[in-house]
């Protein structure tokens, strides 16, 4: 999170016009909460105390996610359409485009948005993308920075049964027939964003030795304490 926040600083400080796509999972169970997320169940602190998940603060708004055995999208997009729900459709075409490749059929959720919900993957807005048995499998989010868009997406993929339970109260999401590979969703992914974006040729950019140290500086504005909540 403090990386994407990071790349989306540096794009509107830098003038740069060109979008920038990470892909990554995560080493611990971590729940994030939205942006202007208020409420925090005494349930997921003690989670968060007994160390069973780790818990931290998105840029991005929402419901609270929580990442463990699936694949988290960042998009910084310098020339982002203004309207955020222009923003939403243009992401979820490539994001759909992408999934049919694979032969998942996917489209956007029609539930009304729900200002500070507690579960992300609960319901479904038209930000969201659900698929032919209308369970939601891709959740997203968006935080704006001098007219940059910095969007997260979720794909859980194989979530761990037991702690998704202990979270939300619910069974997690289920693929059927089976789950999509987790490199091939990549793949197709990339793919599909730089046809989008007529960013074709994708750049793999390693971090500087600068970006690495402002990285981790700016981690603790985005993790949660529980001891102190």
């Known amino acids: 999170m403090a990386l994407d926040a990071l790349l989306l600083e540096q794009c509107w400080t830098n003038g740069q016009n060109q979008p920038i796509l990470r892909f990554y999972g995560w080493k611990r169970p971590s729940l994030s909460l939205g942006k202007h997320q208020q409420e925090i169940p005494d349930l997921w602190l003690s989670l968060a105390r007994t ?4 818990l931290l603060r ?6 609270a996610v929580l990442h463990a055995g699936g694949l988290t999208y960042a998009l910084v997009w310098p020339e982002a359409p203004r ?4 923003a939403y459709l243009q992401v979820n075409r490539w994001i759909t485009a992408g999934f049919a490749q694979l032969g998942v059929s996917l489209h956007p959720g029609d539930s009304p948005a729900e200002a500070g919900g507690i579960n992300c993957f609960a319901h479904s807005t038209t930000a969201d993308l659900v698929d032919k048995h209308g369970t939601k499998r891709i959740g997203s989010a968006q935080f704006w920075q001098h007219g940059h868009l ?4 979720e794909i859980p993929l194989i979530p761990p049964a037991g702690l998704w339970q202990a979270v939300f109260g ?5 693929w059927l027939p089976a789950v999509p590979d987790v ?3 990549e793949t197709t992914l990339i793919s599909s964003f730089g ?12 971090l500087s030795v600068e970006e690495c140290t402002l990285m981790h500086q700016g981690a603790q504005h985005y993790r949660l304490d529980p001891s102190e909540l």
Not at 83 to 86: L, V
Not at 150 to 153: A, C, D, I, N
Not at 170 to 174: F, R
């Open 51 to 54: 160390g069973q998940l780790d």
């Open 58 to 63: 998105r840029p991005s708004g929402g419901g």
């Open 83 to 86: 309207r955020k729900r222009e």
């Open 150 to 153: 910095l969007q997260h997406g």
């Open 170 to 174: 619910a069974d997690p999401p289920q």
């Open 183 to 185: 490199s091939a969703v």
């Open 195 to 206: 046809l989008g974006l007529s960013t074709e040729d994708w750049t793999d950019q390693p």
